[in-house]
């Protein structure tokens, strides 16, 4: 019984070890000397290229807002924080602006957008709620379940604020008050 106990223990630990390798070659050291400064190495990353629909049914993609700054709210139409969060006031100061796009999505339950884990209602009551909160910006919808995975989203309400080049700024899962989001958005490149 001991042997088929340490057997055991030996193949669960080389298990674990082979899921943890990566399968990406370490990188290799540069040893020249070409510089004497050391040069300080900055972390992108950057962001998913995403399709989204809107209310028309029209494919909407981050790539249509290069060289914009892009701020996505992403929330539910049944979540509290959400609804009173809705950043329209801060999106009424800076609309003018033609630097900065604001986005909103949602992931609907409608069969035509084919979320098999939909994290909304319909996109008629969406759309209904967000006549009611007076949203003027553009609410977009998940499709195939993409943006939200992509992104991570695990909670709702959730900020993304996307730099011209295309790089992720800042990710805010949770509630933003207006002062941080003004904040966010000056932050942006």
């Given amino acids: 019984m001991k042997k088929l ?7 669960l630990s080389s298990s674990l070890l082979l899921t943890a390798c990566s399968k990406e070659e370490p990188k290799k050291e540069d040893t020249s000397n070409s510089s004497q400064e050391k040069k300080e190495e900055k972390t992108t990353t950057q962001a998913y290229n995403f399709t989204v629909m809107d209310k028309d049914g029209k494919e909407v993609k981050l790539s249509d807002f290069k060289g914009k700054k892009v701020y996505i709210n992403v929330w539910a139409s049944w979540c509290g924080p959400c609804l009173r969060e809705i950043p329209e006031k801060v999106y009424q ?9 604001f986005l909103s999505i949602t992931s609907p339950n409608d069969e035509v957008f084919k979320n098999q884990n ?3 209602k319909s996109k008629d009551v969406i759309l209904a709620k967000a006549k009611e909160l007076n949203l003027t910006y553009p609410v977009l919808f998940d499709v195939n379940d993409r943006f939200l995975i992509n992104y991570g989203i695990r909670s709702f309400p959730s900020h993304i604020f996307i730099n011209s080049d295309g790089t992720i700024a800042n990710r805010f899962p949770g509630s933003l008050t207006e002062e941080k989001l003004i904040e966010e958005l ?3 490149k």
């Fill in 118 to 120: 939909p994290s909304d």
């Fill in 186 to 188: 000056e932050k942006m």
């Fill in 93 to 101: 100061k800076v609309k003018a602006r033609e630097d900065i796009v």
């Fill in 5 to 11: 106990s340490l057997l055991g223990a030996a193949l």
